[in-house]
Nanobody
Framework: QMRLVESGGGLVQPGESLRLTCVAS????????LGWFRQAPGKEREFVAS????????YYASSVKDRFTLSRDSARRAIYLQMNGLQPDDTDVYYC???????????????????WGQGTQVTVSS
């Protein structure tokens, strides 16, 4: 089992920034592609960003590219999602995700994910 614990969500105004953190425990960290999905009430969980196991490659949904940055710290067994220029449409619950079965460049389907965090709420509102 791998346990994922997110933190860093909150309420911000449009244009502001937040940094989400996800700390992993349990399974070998380097064996997994990790990343983030998000979900609004009544909607499907959607892909946000992913990083390969060696953090050489990162991938983003078109809606967040150039605003969000995913980074990975293997020593701390953590990944981070720096979110800049937040907009009301970014309001969602953000979930940390991990899978050893699919490479980071294939992420898109939440059914491909092996492990999920509990989620952290991000609200963007004036």
């Amino acid at each position: 089992q791998m346990r994922l614990v997110e933190s860093g969500g909150g309420l911000v105004q449009p244009g502001e920034s937040l940094r989400l953190t996800c700390v992993a425990s349990g399974r070998p960290f380097s064996s997994y592609a990790l990343g983030w999905f998000r979900q609004a009430p009544g909607k499907e969980r959607e892909f946000v960003a992913s990083a390969s196991w060696n953090n050489i490659n990162t991938y983003y949904a078109s809606s967040v590219k150039d605003r969000f940055t995913l980074s990975r710290d293997s020593a701390r067994r953590a990944i981070y999602l720096q979110m800049n220029g937040l907009q009301p449409d970014d309001t969602d619950v953000y979930y940390c995700a991990a899978t050893a079965r699919y490479s980071a460049d294939t992420w898109g389907n939440p059914n491909d994910i092996d492990y999920w965090g509990q989620g952290t709420q991000v609200t963007v509102s004036s």
